[in-house]
């Protein structure tokens, strides 16, 4: 009954890639304590298409070399999620501008 179960869920997982994906670990706080944070979740909630994009370029270079394509949920469990957010500059992140550095001059005519 456990293995039906889990093929069930197995099953799902793959067939709605958005429930795999916001399921995952930057939404779930499985990483890290710093992934955890809202911002974080803010920029990969944005992201979707574009790890749907990677994903599919994954298939297709597992295609063209004749290896085994991953499943959407290993390619998830497999993402450097802490790694991309941190190589971010501090201006692609939410939340984070330059005027943090350097707030804007007030003129006052």
Known sequence: MDDW????????????????YFSSA???????????????????GGQYSNVINQYQGAMGSALRTGTEAPSFVDFLQD???????????????PGSSFSRFSPQTRFIY
């Open 26 to 44: 930057p939404f779930q706080g499985q990483t890290s304590a710093a992934l955890s944070s809202p911002m974080q979740r803010q920029y990969w």
């Open 79 to 93: 993402m450097p999620w802490t790694e991309r957010y941190t190589a971010l500059s501090p201006s692609l992140r």
């Open 5 to 20: 179960l889990g093929n069930w869920n197995t099953f799902q997982l793959e067939a709605s890639p958005a429930m795999a």
